[in-house]
């Protein structure tokens, strides 16, 4: 239950999630984290917390570089309880802390876990002076919810940036250069294709701010920490947010007796013989949010059903009320599907 220091007197104290395999609809293969920030300054203070069945942990990483009483600050820049979940632990550790977020943060947390603390209100363009360092913040709303910000020390140039850049691995790694570009950047397209594609407007907003930022490091909140990449990082971000996408087709399908796969496979031909690459998901054996990360950057989206009661299957039904969410804009969508032939009222 080691602290690692990721810049000087800046612990990632979060905890590791092993088995979390199924998050609010979203399959996690890979399990995840959450990372809190411990801060050693004048003030002492914790950036966000940890599931609640990891406070334990996290509290002992924390005992490793100071008492926890001695706390000043509990910033919280996103209520969900992820990363709230431990919020109430810390407290009680720690009295005499009072806690930083924003207005529609402190809502949150009152409505969640009913308790008198005392709060210093934040927003965007307002400082926190903690000793050698300053905490800036930027509210980044909708990003993925109504109370979310982001904090950037400028002396460490270093953006605590909650669940934007986010991902989820369960690692003891905790820089994304010790497993890879390849590795990360994959779980952070699909990090955000599940849980941020809706909010493509408001995240250009966000990269607007970001970009001005003298930076070194992106400590996100699940994860490996960006300590390199980041051009690389924040371009993606700006392609996925503008819905900018590659020549390229996904076919999304599901069959009762194969001629709906036929079909598919028709297309796959077709397609890839017009130079266009293509990749093929059955909805038998593909889970919902393991086919949006393909559909994040393809600019031709194919789905097929068979007919069932005069509807689609369910398996469709469901993808595409989980599509319809996520907003995607600037694509050609295409439907195909079978059906009975020669029965009265049918297509
Ligand atoms: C339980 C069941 C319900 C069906 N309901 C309809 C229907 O309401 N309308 C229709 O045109 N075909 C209906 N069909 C026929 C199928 O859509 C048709 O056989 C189609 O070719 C199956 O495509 P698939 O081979 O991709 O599963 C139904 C078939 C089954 C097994």
């Known amino acids: 239950m080691q602290p690692i220091e990721i810049k000087p007197g800046v612990y990632w104290v979060g905890g590791i999630d092993w088995d979390l395999r199924y998050f609010h ?21 914790l950036v966000d ?38 919020v109430p632990k810390v407290m009680e550790a720690a009295p005499q802390a009072k806690i930083v977020t924003t207005p529609k943060g402190k809502k949150g947390l009152e409505m969640h876990y009913k308790q008198d603390w005392e709060y210093i209100l934040v927003k965007t363009g307002e400082e926190l002076k903690i000793g050698s ?29 909650n669940d934007a850049f986010g991902q989820h691995i369960a690692s003891t790694e905790r820089f994304v250069d010790q497993l890879g570009w390849d590795i990360v950047h994959e ?24 970009e001005t930022l003298p930076l070194e490091m992106i ?9 390199s990449y980041l051009p690389e990082l924040l371009k993606e971000y700006r392609k996925w947010a ?3 996408t590659d020549r390229k087709a996904v076919i999304v399908y599901d069959t009762m007796w194969g001629s709906t796969r036929e079909m598919a496979l028709a297309l796959q031909e077709g397609i890839e013989d017009s130079g266009v690459p293509v990749t093929m998901k059955s909805l038998q054996t593909n889970h919902i949010s393991q086919i949006v990360p393909d559909i994040l950057t393809a600019k031709l989206v194919l789905v097929g059903s068979s007919t069932i009661n005069n509807g689609m299957l369910p398996t469709v039904a469901a993808f595409l009320t989980y599509i319809k969410g996520l907003r995607p804009k600037k694509r050609t969508g295409f439907a195909f599907g079978s059906y009975w032939l020669g029965r009265s009222g049918s297509p």
Request: hydrophobic share 40%.
């Open 187 to 210: 779980a952070a397209a699909s990090y955000y294709a599940n849980i941020v594609f809706p909010y493509g407007d408001q995240v250009n907003k966000a990269l607007d701010v970001v």
């Open 133 to 161: 360092r300053t905490l800036k913040f930027v509210q980044t709303p909708m990003v993925h919810w109504p109370d979310n910000m982001v904090t950037y020390i400028p002396e460490d140039k270093l953006l605590l940036s």
């Open 242 to 244: 503008s819905n900018e």
């Open 49 to 86: 917390t940890v599931k609640h069945y990891l406070a334990d942990e996290m509290l002992s990483r924390i005992r490793a570089v100071v008492n926890p009483e001695k706390i000043d600050y509990m910033l919280v820049n996103h209520v969900e309880m992820d990363h709230s979940g431990s």
């Open 25 to 45: 609809g979203y399959v996690t293969p890979h399990g995840s984290t959450y990372n809190s920030y411990l801060i050693m300054d004048d003030q002492i203070t």
């Open 219 to 227: 400590a996100p909140s699940h994860g490996l920490i960006w300590g």
